[in-house]
């Protein structure tokens, strides 16, 4: 049993004021307002839901490991290849408390020869990621992927004349939503334009994820729900987006030093700024802050993509702290950052066990330094992680170290 006494709660919703905390067998079993005895003082502290990432890429052992270490106990991956890897990142993640939670789209959907099927080379045995030619291919396509394990379906939507590999057509994505829907499985778009914005609503997607650079969204926002990814929005227009998380001792608390050195010489991990006309991290953020004036649903996801040793220039778990202050630049408050990160996310995916604090719930956890509802830069400084209850070494030594 773990008694956290004395910490401000912010149960997923909203501030609960002092409290003691009781875990149990890897759940939440009392919440009790003010301090009482416990064998963790959180005085001075605040006690948060492990933070959910609603978009990430494992790239490799090591990043579920990195994601934790930040507080973020459960990731939504949005694309991982090839189907065994997934499953046994998943099975991993399942059974260690070192490593957060996974749920997966698995294989995206996207046209034969385009993106992704061109970001992989074929195995030895002849294994490429699967392409659609047209609507017709849709009812095999979500088939494979519940077959495979996907908890959710993940659609490349593009405008053909943005880029230089083929796309799906406006038809296929809607036939894509339909199949996933007789199937009950929620789907999900990148549409990092206004082109494919529109598409991805017009086809009946669930989720959007990014934000349009080229211009400004249409004006029915209302019942959006949109994971506006903008770190790599910054990532993608600004060569020295790491800047602001190197400068930050807590944002890189957890990572490995080899991760902070390859920042630092400027290595970005492949990824390209955006050369579209037009391009610019203003219009996320000018659309974001639409997005929120209207009440659309607004999810917190980085689009973490690094490989373990080479950071990209979204680095799993240290970005979502990164992506929280700019959620509240754009438009959010803090109290709206955070349920973007726990409560939202988890009813958005259907996790109910978990992005709370209250009896029953799951006891992934997060105590952190100071008071994020008056300065979301709080969620960076980490005391503790609790995934299902086990505490979680956050490598603080390690990345004192990589500072000198």
């Known amino acids: 049993m773990t008694t956290i006494s004395g910490a401000r709660v912010f149960d997923g919703t909203d501030a609960r004021g002092l409290a003691t905390v009781t875990v149990e067998d890897g759940v939440i079993t009392a919440v009790v307002p003010g301090e009482r005895a416990g064998d963790v003082d959180g005085r001075g502290a605040t006690l948060l839901p492990g933070l959910i990432d609603a978009h990430v890429h494992l790239r490799g052992a090591g990043n579920l490991g990195q994601a934790v270490r930040h507080g973020v106990t459960t990731v939504l991956d ?73 908890d959710y379906l993940k659609i490349f939507v ?67 729900v949109v994971c506006p990814t903008m770190t790599m929005m910054r990532a993608l227009t600004d060569v020295a987006s790491t800047g602001e998380l190197l400068a930050d001792r807590r944002l890189i608390a957890g990572l490995d030093p080899e991760a902070v050195a390859a ?6 991990g492949g990824l390209p700024t955006s050369s579209a006309a037009g391009a610019s991290y203003e219009h996320a953020q000018d659309n974001l802050r639409r997005l929120v004036d209207a009440g659309a649903t607004i999810l917190a996801g980085t689009d973490a993509n690094d490989v373990p040793g080479h950071a990209a220039a979204v680095v799993h778990g240290a970005s979502m702290h990164l992506e929280l202050a700019l959620l509240v630049r754009a438009g959010l408050s803090p109290r709206e950052a955070l349920r973007a990160a726990t409560t939202t996310p988890a009813r958005v995916f259907g996790l109910p066990d978990r992005g709370r604090i209250a009896v029953g719930a799951r006891a992934d ?38 500072l000198h």
């Open 78 to 150: 949005m694309f991982s290849a090839p189907p065994q890897f997934t499953a046994m990142e998943r099975r991993r993640a399942a059974v260690r408390s070192d490593e957060a939670d996974l749920r997966s789209a698995g294989l995206m959907a996207g046209a034969v020869d385009g993106w992704p099927a061109v970001m992989l080379p074929p195995d030895p045995s002849g294994w490429r990621i699967p392409g659609l030619s047209g609507p017709e291919d849709a009812e095999r396509f979500v088939d494979d992927r519940l077959r495979e394990g996907s």
């Open 263 to 268: 920042m630092r010489a400027g290595d970005r």
């Open 365 to 402: 956890l997060l105590l952190v330094a100071g008071d994020p509802l008056a300065d979301i830069t709080a969620t960076r400084d980490i005391r503790r992680v609790w995934r299902a209850g086990v505490p979680v070494d956050i490598g603080r030594s390690r990345a004192v170290s990589a």
């Open 158 to 224: 593009e405008n053909a004349a943005d880029v230089s590999r083929p796309t799906l057509a406006p038809a296929t994505v809607a036939a894509l939503c339909a199949a996933a829907r007789e199937r009950g499985l929620l789907t999900v778009a990148h549409a990092p334009t206004r082109w494919a914005f529109r598409t991805a609503c017009d086809a009946g997607v669930d989720v959007l994820t990014h934000l349009p650079l080229d211009g400004p969204l249409d004006d029915d926002l209302a019942e959006l």
